[in-house]
């Protein structure tokens, strides 16, 4: 009880020397320093923050290939257009494995009509809308069929595919379509009519998502940032940069057979995780492999100074 007292250490005067001490100036002179260190190492370390993609950026980059990329959104041949759930019932579109058809477990909860909400319905929202929906709309699917093949054909044979330089041909109203959509993102209004989705906050991206993805401007993009699957891009950010070092055992089996090349490669991984995972968690109660420990004492060397005493 020396402590209440005042016979303690704490309690004791102090003989040594004295000094002044600022701690205002000491807290002040911390700040600033950590604050030029953390700034100057994310100036030399930090990833790119590159601009946002949108579709005005990619309508005015590749005019051509948002305009094929359309054409076979109102065809329905484009990948979203066959995607199957969450976004429509398309037959085997899904990736299975044997019975195991996870894709299809929650069914059709974001349906996405490509022709009809990536192209009519956003047409429809101009001022003045383009006279040829109602062609459009009053055709038959065989004759849209008809159009969209034809269009995308003559796409295909045209210099640099440029919509300008089409030869004549029986397309309908498609180039016309497509034409208005184009000027319409060029402008930037195709965005919030695709995010807001008749509500009004804008903040559902997945139309516009989907849109740049069935065209190739967008998968050039993550190419050359190194973001594609067999470039590790689940783990990487813009440009290369490390990001998620944690999904490096996802990404690893995407780079190796039969995952690689399969048609199903997510359901694959997603399978194979699982039971890694199952594995990882029953561990403790399956014999041999809980006495691995006990065989390579690895621990021993992490726990060293904890050893030497026992």
């Keep these: 009880m020396s402590w209440r007292k005042g016979t303690g250490i704490a309690g004791r005067p102090w003989k040594g020397q004295v000094r002044e001490y600022d701690l205002f100036k000491e807290l002040t002179i911390g700040v600033i320093v950590v604050t030029v260190l953390v700034v100057g190492v994310s100036l030399i370390l930090s990833s790119p923050d590159d601009p946002s993609i949108t579709l005005k950026t990619w309508a005015n980059a590749k005019p051509a290939d948002f305009v094929a990329t359309a054409t076979a959104e109102l065809g329905g041949t484009s990948e979203t257009a066959g995607y199957g759930p969450p976004y429509n019932s ?29 192209v009519i319905h956003p047409l429809s929202t ?25 269009y995308s054909k003559a796409l295909d044979k045209a210099p640099d595919n440029d919509p300008a330089k089409v030869a004549d041909g029986s397309y309908g109203p498609v180039p016309a379509l497509t034409g208005s959509l184009l000027a319409m993102a060029q402008e930037g209004s195709l965005d919030g009519v695709l995010q807001s989705r008749g509500s009004f906050y804008n903040t559902d991206y997945t139309p516009t998502i989907l849109f740049l993805g069935d065209g190739t401007y967008f998968p050039d993009l993550a190419t050359s940032q190194h973001l594609t699957g067999d470039q590790w891009g689940m783990m990487n950010e813009t440009g290369n940069y490390p990001g998620q070092s944690w999904l490096w055992l996802f990404s690893f089996f995407y780079q190796i057979e039969p995952v690689k090349s399969a048609a199903n490669a997510d359901i694959l991984v997603v399978v194979i995780m699982g039971v890694l995972t199952l594995l990882l968690a029953i561990v403790p109660f399956i014999p041999g492999l809980r006495t691995i420990p006990r065989w390579i004492p690895l621990h021993r060397l992490v726990w060293k100074d904890y050893y030497k005493k026992r």
């Design 90 to 118: 398309t037959p085997d579109a899904t990736q299975t494995l044997g019975p195991i058809d996870l894709q299809s477990f929650s069914g059709v909860r974001i349906p996405i009509d490509t022709a009809k909400d990536l």
């Design 126 to 150: 101009l001022p003045n809308p383009p006279k040829e929906i109602a062609t459009w709309t009053t055709a038959s699917d065989k004759q849209r069929t008809d159009w969209t093949a034809a």
